[in-house]
């Protein structure tokens, strides 16, 4: 396969995480009885943020907001990168190595703060991009193979 295939599966699967981070606000994983003071202590503990009156639920649900929001764009971003990877994939690997650096945190935090579905998806996009970079490379050697165009 090509590093084009690969950069717009790895998008697929972005796309497919921010719908599922998405669809889980207020990600809350508990709304039991046992859970209930601490969300209420969340939302009813107001503090003073650079001269805005916030709470930890504001807090909570805003980075919420943004994660999915910063996924959709990335989802979107890997799929231009395809598009430009079927002309001249040597040119995105550069990019391709920062996202993949990116997504090699992203596990590992995910690991370990929170469960096996968000370490699936982001593992799965770590192996598109590692292919990526690599079948990326290899358009280089058959591009060295070529003679280059004379006017």
């Not at 859970?35 to 202590?41: G, I, K, N, Q, R």
């Not at 890997?78 to 391709?96: C, E, F, M, N």
């Amino acid at each position: 396969m090509k590093s084009s295939t690969f950069l717009r599966i790895a998008s697929i699967i972005t796309f497919l995480y921010f719908a599922g981070h998405t669809s889980g606000m207020p990600w809350t994983p508990d709304a039991g009885p046992a859970a209930m003071p601490v969300l209420e202590a969340m939302k009813s503990h107001s503090f003073d943020a650079m001269g805005s009156t916030r709470t930890y639920w504001d807090f909570y649900v805003g980075f919420g907001i943004i994660i999915s929001l910063l996924m959709l764009l990335l989802g979107v971003v890997l799929w231009q990168l395809g598009s430009l990877a079927k002309t001249d994939a040597l040119r995105v690997r550069p990019i391709v190595a920062s996202f993949f650096v990116a997504f090699i945190v992203n596990t590992v935090l995910a690991w370990k703060y929170f469960f096996v579905l968000p370490v699936v998806m982001s593992a799965a996009i770590l192996v598109c991009l590692a292919l990526a970079f690599i079948t990326a490379g290899r358009s280089k050697i058959a591009q060295q193979g070529t003679p280059p165009d004379r006017p």
